[in-house]
Structure formats: C-alpha cells, structure tokens
C-alpha cells in the first residue's frame, strides 16, 4: 500500500487523550520491569524492587550523644548548681568503639565520648557543661543539674531494629535512602532495571550539533530533549542518530533498536509520495499502530504502537509538540516501566500535630511527616528520633524552621513545611499509631498490590487522637484497659470503628542461658530489667506485672520491642517484656505471659474507602499468602 493512502487510514479516527492512552496501555502495559542486583555504590536514583529489612540495629549500642559521664539517672535527682553531687569516676574512658567493662553502680560515674558505648548501670549522660572536676579529689566529678532516664542517649535499636523492614519495595533512593542502607550494612540492593529507551530522529533536514548549517536544515534537538528526559525520568537513553528519509534504512535501524530496547521513540518524518515512512515502518510491526491521532493542541500527530508488548512511540516533529506529547503519554510509561514514585516540591503550610520544644538560640530543624485530615487540611507530624537517627530524614516529607527565640512551638500552631525533594506523597492508606512487624507485612502485601502506604509511629495513643481528629485511615493501637482486663474496644470514641487484626504474644524475654522465672529474676538485685516507654501499651502490662515494684533497669525506657530485644541481648539488661517474634529474631529465651490484641481503629467517614475495603478482605481472605505470612511470624488472626 503507498504512503498516502496508509496515511489516510491513520487518520480516520482521532482519539481524545484519556481513550487513545486506554487502547495503547491495553496492549504495552503498565508492569515495571524485572529486578538486578547493583552494588550500593550505584544505587543512587534507582527503584527498590524488595523490602528490605535490617539485619542489624541501629544504633548498635546505647550510645552517648553528648560528651560528658555515663550516670544512674536516680544519682543526680534534686541536685543543682549550689548542691551537686560528688560521684567517684570508674577507672576506665570510653571513647568511641570502646566496649565498656565496668559497671555504673550508685555513686560513681564513667568518662563517656560521643559516640561512646553506654556501659550497664548507667541510663543517662551528664554533658560536660553541668559537671566540673571535683577540686578536692580529681578522681570524682561534681555534677550540678539532674538528669532524666535516657537524658543525651540514643537506645539501641530504636532508629532500626533488627528485623524491622527499613524500605519498602517501590522506593526510589535518594542519598537519604542509601544512608539507611549504608546504615545497615547493604553492600549490595535488588533495584528495578532501568527501562533502555531507543531514540531516533528522522528526516533530511536533520542535522546533529556541530554539523555544517545550511538554509532549509535544523539542528536536532528533539533527539536531545528526549534522551534527557528519559534520563530525568530514570530511564536508560540511548540516542541513535538521525536518519534520512530512506526506507530499507530506517526499517533496520528500527528492528535493530527493538532488539536492544524496552521502549522505541522515533521523532519527525516526511512524506516523498510514499506518505510518512515511520508510520510505514512502525505499521509493519505486529500488532502495530494502535492510535494515530490525538484530540491534542499541540501533539495531534502523534502515534502510539507496539511491536508485541513493547511500546514504539511517533513523536511529532516539532520541539514542543514533541516534548509535551512524550510527557502526557510516554513519561507516565516510563516512571512505570522503572517503578517511580512522584516528584515533590516547594513549602506547605500545616498545623503542628505535637507540641515540640526547641532550645534557645539555635535555629532548629524540625523534621516532619505530613497528612490530610478530612478538609484536606494538612497536619505535620514530627518524626522523634533525634539527630542521631537515619530513618527520620528518610522517611520525611520536609522540615519546620524553628526560629532561635522559640522554646516551645505548641500543639495545633500554624507551620510552614519545607518539602524534601518531592511533593507531598498522597498515600492510597495513611496509617498512625503503634508499630509492629506484622503491620510491616500487611503493608507489603498492599505494596505488592499497588497500595501506596505511609506509615508514622507515635504509639497507641498518638494513633487514637489521630483518628478522632480525622488525620489518618488506620490507627493500629494495642491498649489493656486494667478496669476490664479488656484491649482496645473502652479506648474507642464516638465516630470511632475498630477493625480487629491479630493477636500477638507478649512474654518475658531473657539470653538463652537463662533458665530462672520472673518471680526469681525479680527477687534477685543483680538482675536488671528493660522498661518501656510510658503511653506504650506494653508498658501497661509491664506495670501491672510488676505490681508496684520497680526493680533494677525500671528507669531505663526504650521507645520499641526491638530495643527491649536488643538491651538483653547486649548484656545492658538481663529481662524485658517484648512480643514474641521480636524475641525470636533475637535468638532470646521467651516465655509466654499474656496473648494481646493488636487492632485497628478507622475513623467511620474513612470506613467504606476501597483501600480500606481492600484491607478487610485480605484480613478475613482464609487462606490466603498474607495470614500465613502472618501466622508464620507469630500473628493469630483466628477468631
């Protein structure tokens, strides 16, 4: 068939945007591509194509952010500037990548770098701005301010425990990302293939940069426009020149580029009698030109085919026809093809979710998370971790400026939100409150479903008040209420569902040399306990437990069951309360002490959102992968 009347077919039926981009996905598409493994050195800007879960924790020790002396905390309470308090230094400094060999018992205190490892007995640093060499006797430090449990500490394994999933699959990694990884200890990822995108120009008036101009000739910029922006877009680009107007020539340079592609762009053409040769060359392919012709102003020329499932895309001519049809049609394939996120940019204004303090004459940071509540109003979540955490800076959306004259920014304040890099992600599930591994699982499955999900731990009561004000989807909580012996349904307030998720087992954790019960532990004053952080649902355990007793470690108050895992493990404590999975991954002895619910308060505007549809059925779908995958870790979702 000549050119002009193939010409004409191609235009019979012109097709606006949304149904021309319909047909030609119907046949190309939307799956990213398969996974290798890159070392981490090369990682930056590529796409997850795997959790990944941290083999370590981090930090690795209690550690010293601060220089100063590893202290009881109980030692410096009621002592000031007139009244310090005399302790004799142990005999040994630890600086960093030092192992502590000495105990802090009561009255003495040890010589700590930043970075230093927190040697057992002690639960706070005193910074060496409050202390002073006692003048009588050098061997003791005077310390002239109290100090607080977990005062200038960092707990192990509260920025990441081991086993907890740090990334999830579908991330994108900036250098906040493979600094989690570096963190961890990846030396190598599984990361999505770039997408390899062939890019031809063609015409007889094409001639490349540096080239002799002449009248009737332009430069080709269309072949670098579109090698750029799939470079911006995380593709591969590779740029095969320009071609004349030869058939048999651009016929194997096209078959040539299929063969070493997953995306073909062709940019130009004419038409010599024979109609336009690259919707000639591209309709010999099967199944071929599926559009030609799109209700567009500029871009109506374009066209979209296929060679089997992989895509060929027509460009118009024209620079700008050009570059806005690749970014309404081919942009949107590529960021699929390489597992892209969305990008985000510029400053929001939010209301301050938390009240947060700031220190006197510094000009302080803030890094936050943000949401939507039900007027798409937006609410900035602190992250918590301090500045010694690598997650905080990975997982946030931007930053608060707290100005130098500010101590105190409270609750419900009106604040602008710096983003990071990106817009603010609009999640399909935003979830607040406790975190657990299971919660990690089920957030993977809806990963896998294409469900994006963000995640923001501030404990069971963060994640109540949450969702009475409207700010999430899933406030995952685990509350014993003491009067009723009963979990999480007296906590519910009206315009409040709860939908049940699991149970999981808490128990009492010690090395698996430990062979005594609790009634023994406790009755022994050696022994030391690791608490929990007061507003936990654990620590509500922990407490009734106890009875009114607060043995060895009672101050000392981790903000996870990872961190309680890691103090026993470490030797820093001999006994903590943790739930069972934890303690496994640990290698821990655990004994069982008491099942309890871990569930799921939605707030009822939210209750029939498809996401959350999604979820209940995977919940109650028996069997299926994602309550096995649950059952396997210890998490009961039998009735």
């Not at 997850?48 to 410096?76: C, I, K, Q």
């Not at 009698?273 to 102003?297: R, T």
């Not at 808490?506 to 009634?519: F, H, K, M, S, Y």
């Amino acid at each position: 068939m000549k050119g002009s009347g193939r010409k004409q077919q191609q235009f019979l039926e012109v097709l606006d945007r949304d149904a021309a981009e319909a047909r030609w996905r119907e046949v190309v598409g939307r799956a990213a591509l398969s996974s290798e493994r890159v070392p981490l050195a090369l990682a930056l800007g590529r796409v997850l194509a795997e959790d990944v879960r941290a083999e370590v924790d981090v930090p690795g020790f209690d550690r010293s952010n601060m220089d100063g002396f590893a202290v009881r905390a109980s030692d410096t309470f009621g002592v000031s500037e007139e009244q310090p308090i005399r302790l004799r230094l142990n005999n040994e400094v630890l600086a960093t990548g030092i192992a502590p060999q000495i105990e802090v018992t009561r009255g003495t205190a040890t010589t700590i770098a930043t970075g230093g490892m927190l040697p057992r007995g002690a639960d706070a640093v005193a910074p060496i701005e409050v202390t002073d060499v006692d003048p009588e006797d050098d061997g003791c430090v005077l310390v002239r301010a109290p100090r607080v449990p977990g005062a200038a500490v960092s707990f192990a394994g509260t920025d990441m425990g081991r086993g907890e999933t740090v990334l999830f699959a579908g991330v994108r990694l900036s250098s906040r990302e493979t600094g989690v990884l570096a963190a961890i200890g990846c030396e190598s990822i599984s990361v999505v293939r770039r997408p390899r995108v062939a890019v031809l120009s063609t015409g007889d008036e094409i001639v490349q940069p540096g080239e002799a101009m002449r009248p009737g000739l332009v430069f080709d910029s269309n072949g670098r426009i579109l090698a750029d922006a799939v470079h911006e877009l995380g593709g591969e680009p590779v740029f095969w020149g320009a071609f004349r107007d030869d058939l048999d020539a651009l016929r194997k340079a096209l078959h040539e580029a299929l063969a070493d592609s997953d995306v073909v762009l062709l940019s130009g053409g004419t038409s010599k009698g024979e109609g336009d040769l690259n919707a000639l060359v591209v309709g010999e392919l099967k199944p071929g030109i599926l559009v030609h012709g799109v209700a567009l102003k500029p871009g109506k020329p374009i066209c979209l085919a296929a060679q089997k499932e992989k895509p060929v895309v027509i460009l118009p001519g024209f620079p700008t026809s050009a570059i806005f049809t690749f970014h309404e049609f081919v942009a949107p394939l590529i960021r699929d093809l390489a597992g892209q996120p969305s990008e985000d940019r510029e400053t929001r204004t939010a209301r301050l979710a938390i009240k947060t303090q700031s220190e006197r004459g510094r000009l302080e940071y803030l890094l936050v998370g943000l949401v939507e509540d039900e007027g798409r109003k937006l609410s900035a979540y602190p992250m918590g971790k301090g500045s010694g955490s690598v997650t905080s800076f990975s997982r946030a959306d931007g930053f608060v400026r707290i100005g130098r004259n500010t101590e105190l920014v409270a609750a419900d304040s009106e604040v602008e939100v710096t983003l990071i890099g990106r817009d603010v992600s609009v999640a399909d599930l935003v979830v607040i409150g406790s975190h657990c591994a299971g919660l990690d699982l089920i957030a993977s499955e809806l990963a896998a479903s294409g469900v994006s999900v963000k995640l923001l731990a501030v404990g069971s009561h963060g994640g109540l008040a949450a969702a009475s004000r409207g700010e999430c989807d899933l406030a995952p909580i685990h509350l014993l209420d003491p009067e009723t012996d009963g979990y999480n349904v007296p906590f519910l307030k009206p315009g409040l569902k709860l939908l049940r998720g699991y149970r999981r087992m808490q128990g009492i954790a010690t090395r698996a040399d430990e062979t005594r019960d609790i009634t023994e532990l406790l009755e022994d004053p050696s022994v030391r306990m690791v608490n929990r952080n007061r507003g936990a649902g654990t620590r509500i355990l922990i407490d009734r437990l106890l009875g009114g007793r607060k043995p060895p470690g009672y101050p000392y108050e981790p903000r996870s069951h990872y961190a309680v895992a890691a103090a026993i493990d470490q030797g820093r404590a001999d006994w903590g309360v943790t739930i069972e999975s934890v303690a496994r991954d640990a290698g821990l002895r655990f004994v069982p002490l008491q099942a309890e619910e871990y569930d799921f308060v939605v707030p009822e505007s939210r209750w029939d959102r498809p996401v959350l549809k999604r979820l209940r059925a995977l919940l109650s779908e028996n069997p299926s992968d994602l309550r096995t995958r649950l059952a396997a870790q210890g998490f009961d979702l039998s009735e």
